[in-house]
């Protein structure tokens, strides 16, 4: 909802194993760890690792969501419909390296690629490698991630920010001062944190999901996870009585976004110059799980994974509940209220008004 969605920052450690073979001086790509041995067996490095990090490495209840490709990347039909079939999401690959010497769309990667075993979703943004020019230097080119970051955000956004890095990153101090200024940088945005197995989630929905037109505006299905659509510079806003389905909207410049309710919604839009006074969800750093009108208000159900942060529009008259306590706005902004919680949920989130 915010203007960044954030993807929860991980150090991949991937198992060291490479396809190819034949290395020369010129070609690191084929360098490979050989083990006495090894033979290449699919169903173990998949099933077997995953069996492996819950047994041996995982804390107890807690379950491998995810499954990353390492090597070029570029996983067979055969390895992505055996993750598939264990449940698992994949990710990793894609080449997002626009920076401000090389700032065109050609060098920005699509969310992901379908392939004949499965969909592959990319990382939205790139390790520390490809910006070291393979480790060789500089080495504190990684800080140009963040033109990357920049680049995919205006005048539209096209990716989220994430910070993939592998832990030998640290192991020269110009890479350390670089991961200092990224995680400044990413923690002085207004952002939205989630797993990457959320986000993975969300590329899934995009490819699924079903947009109409009808007599009055958009029939939306299949949102179950990605729960924001956005809108051109040139729409008008959300009509909220009309509309069902959308528990708010934040309008911006040069697009705006619409916060739907559940996996289906009818957006309508008010005509041309018509102010909302209906009380609203403009924006929040955490996930819309509900959404329902009652006979006293809107009432929103937030759930995130830190504190929240979020902002409601036209309620300066309504008494604004989290749980069973009221809350005061940390600062007002003509219509816009804006209020900081220590608890990472919200159950509800009511606004009790006067009609």
Known sequence: MPPHVAIASHSYSHPFFWHKVGATADNEDGYNLRIPGYRFDL??????????????????????????????????????????QAGLLNMNGGDTVATRSSATLTEVEGLGIPRPGGYQVFAPNQNENVYTNNWQGPFYGFERVIETYEFTEKPRRLKPINIYFHTYLVSKRAGMQSLDKIFAFALAQETTPVYVSEYARKVLDFQTMAIARTPTGWRIRGAKDLRTVRLPASATAPDMRASTGIA????????????????????????????????????????????????????????????????????????????????????????????????????????????
């Open 43 to 84: 169903k173990r490095e998949i099933d077997g690792s995953v069996e492996y990090i819950q047994r041996r490495l995982a804390p107890a209840g807690k379950k491998v969501e995810m499954f990353f490709w390492t090597g070029d990347c570029v996983p067979g039909s055969d390895a992505l419909a055996m993750v598939g």
């Open 248 to 355: 708010g909207y934040r309008m911006g410049e040069a697009e705006s976004y619409v916060h739907l309710a559940s996996d289906s919604a009818e957006l309508v839009l008010a005509k041309p110059g018509a102010a909302s006074t209906t009380p609203l969800l403009v924006s929040a750093n955490a996930r819309l799980n509900a959404f329902e009108n009652t006979a006293n208000g809107p009432r929103w159900t937030l759930q995130g994974h830190v504190p929240l942060k979020f902002t409601l529009s036209n309620v300066a008259t309504c008494r604004v509940r989290a749980g069973n306590r009221d809350l005061t706005p940390v600062r007002r902004e003509g219509t816009l209220s804006h209020y900081e919680l220590q608890a990472h949920a919200a159950s509800p989130l009511e606004a009790i008004c006067r009609y």
